[in-house]
């Protein structure tokens, strides 16, 4: 017989979340503060560089992740939940896995194919995967920012309900995934 699912998710899949989730939102702000006019030249380059390097540190913890996911046994929905909390929950939690692919990738895309440099991976001798291009840039450019509306509405979802079962329902979902290292 299959193991039951677990009660809740296990040590490094609860790291993984709770290290992406520091990365993630200051990687948003970043964003949209760095791309604001009149910013001064220092600040605006420096939160340049802190969002194309950690981006491609995210692009690696996202691959790990989706690996963990897709091999690693988690909990099965939580206890209690109507049918359409459960289905907005699994299609909450799938488009996040996409737009944590879907963002360092195309912020990747857009930064080579433009020809810009990425201090880290230039540091390391890692040279462009994809090949300058106008084109590709702008496309690339295009998807980035529509995902960061994407990404940035669904979180705010995901917060929300989060907080909700943490703090008003106190059913359990909270401690499935919190604290980042489970005691005992
Ligand atoms: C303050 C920020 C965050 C809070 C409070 C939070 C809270 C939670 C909670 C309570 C769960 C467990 C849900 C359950 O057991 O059904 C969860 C799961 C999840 N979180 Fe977050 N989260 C945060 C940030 C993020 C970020 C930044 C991402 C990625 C962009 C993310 C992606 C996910 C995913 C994909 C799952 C489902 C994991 C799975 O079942 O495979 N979270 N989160
Ligand atoms: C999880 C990873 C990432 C998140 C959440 C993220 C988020 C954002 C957000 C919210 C913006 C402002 C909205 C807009 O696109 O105009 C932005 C812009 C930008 N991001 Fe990212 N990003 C990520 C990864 C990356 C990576 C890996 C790179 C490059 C190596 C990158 C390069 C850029 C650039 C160049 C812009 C300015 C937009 C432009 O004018 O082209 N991003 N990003």
Known sequence: MADP???GYAARQRLIHWAM???????VVAGFVMIQQGLPRGLQNGLFIFH???????????????ALRLTAPRPGPAQGLAPWQRQAARASHGL????????????????R??????????RLGLPSVVPRSDALATAAKAVHEFGAYALAAVLCLH????LYHALVLR???????????PKG
């Open 113 to 122: 194919a433009g020809g810009f440099p990425i201090e880290a991976l230039d």
């Open 171 to 181: 059913d359990g979902v909270w401690s499935r995934i919190w604290p980042p290292v």
């Open 96 to 111: 996040l896995y996409a737009l944590i692919l879907i963002m360092p990738l195309s912020g990747y895309i857009r930064v």
């Open 21 to 27: 989730a520091v990365l993630i939102l200051p990687m």
């Open 159 to 162: 917060i929300a309900a989060a």
């Open 5 to 7: 699912a677990p009660q």
């Open 52 to 66: 194309k390097n950690v981006g491609v540190l995210l692009l690696l913890l996202a691959v790990l992740r989706i």
